[in-house]
């Protein structure tokens, strides 16, 4: 019989979801949007979130950050969390009952409906994570995040919770924390006031379903390199038309896939431009 986790293994981690030295002495803002994450590495976080502007905005209450460590939650003395696989094969596998109680311990106080608070299980199996995943993300109240670590999670935990599956790219990662860090950056950067200038998210790659034109900036000339004339006209018009076709083609050139979608969308034809 596996042995029952003891209540402190509990009681510890509940505190870590009051998000541990992170936010103390910090404003927190009503209904800021929060991510929580279960994870066998919550050392690992900010991370890269705590820099530049997603760090400012931590600190400043507008986005929260929740630690979830699902090492307490563990059978027996040794909190082991994970088990050879059913059926044989290479390596281990993250126990349903373990990940049950952290995602219970997670679900405390938050909205049950999924498009309010999304559960994103970060895994090489789901739907490549797309910029409107992270707008989805960012206007709902929150995400709850499962990192995985070994060859993954019990299947059951994801029809149980209703999880969804979001994947960083086809490769594979040794755990879902970087991935994890990656979404919410994706995310957080969206929510109003994280950057200085909003503007910048509406017309970056992807917002408009192309890629971005090229950026240049000073030298003007640099190693014989003149930057493009156009941009020094002061013709914002021209400008304007200049960078709409940089960003045509080269979504043309680069993304085929995101090129047919676009001229799916406007009504062109994809050998004609
Ligand atoms: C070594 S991987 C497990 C790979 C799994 N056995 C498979 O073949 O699909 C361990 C964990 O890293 C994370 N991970 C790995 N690659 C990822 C990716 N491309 N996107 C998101 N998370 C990833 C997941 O959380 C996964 O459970």
């Known amino acids: 019989m596996p042995e029952k986790p003891k209540s402190h293994g509990r009681l510890k981690t509940t505190a870590t979801l009051k998000p541990r030295a992170l936010l103390q002495d910090k404003p927190e803002l009503v209904g800021a949007w ?82 309010r608070w999304p559960i994103v299980y970060l895994s090489p199996r789901g739907r490549p994570m797309q910029q409107t995943d992270a707008q989805r993300f960012a206007k709902a109240d929150g995400i709850t995040l499962l990192c995985g670590r070994f060859e993954g999670v019990d299947e059951r935990v994801l029809e149980e919770y209703g999880i969804e599956e979001v994947s960083l790219g086809d490769f594979i990662l040794t755990g879902g924390e970087i991935a994890a860090q990656a979404l919410i950056d994706a ?11 909003q503007a910048s998210t509406e017309e970056e790659s992807f917002s408009n379903g192309l890629l971005e034109h090229p950026q240049y900036t000073r030298p003007a000339t640099w190693k014989g390199r003149d930057i493009p004339p156009i941009l020094r006209s002061g013709n914002h018009a021209e400008m304007e038309r200049w960078r709409k076709q940089q960003s045509l083609d080269l979504t043309r050139a680069r993304r085929p896939d995101l090129w047919r979608a676009y001229c799916k969308a406007h009504g062109l034809d994809p050998e004609q431009g």
């Open 34 to 115: 929060e991510a929580r994450i279960i994870t066998l590495f919550p050392q690992a976080f900010p991370g890269v979130l705590g820099e530049s502007l997603t760090g400012k905005a931590l600190q400043d209450g507008l986005w929260r950050l929740g630690l979830i460590d699902l090492r307490p939650f563990g059978e027996g003395k040794h909190r082991n969390v994970d088990d050879t696989p059913a059926g044989g094969g290479a390596g281990m596998v993250l126990r349903a009952d373990v990940l049950g109680r952290a995602l219970d311990v997670a679900a405390e106080g938050v909205p049950t409906d999924r498009a």
């Open 187 to 197: 995310t957080v950067r969206l929510i109003p006031n994280v950057l200085g200038n």
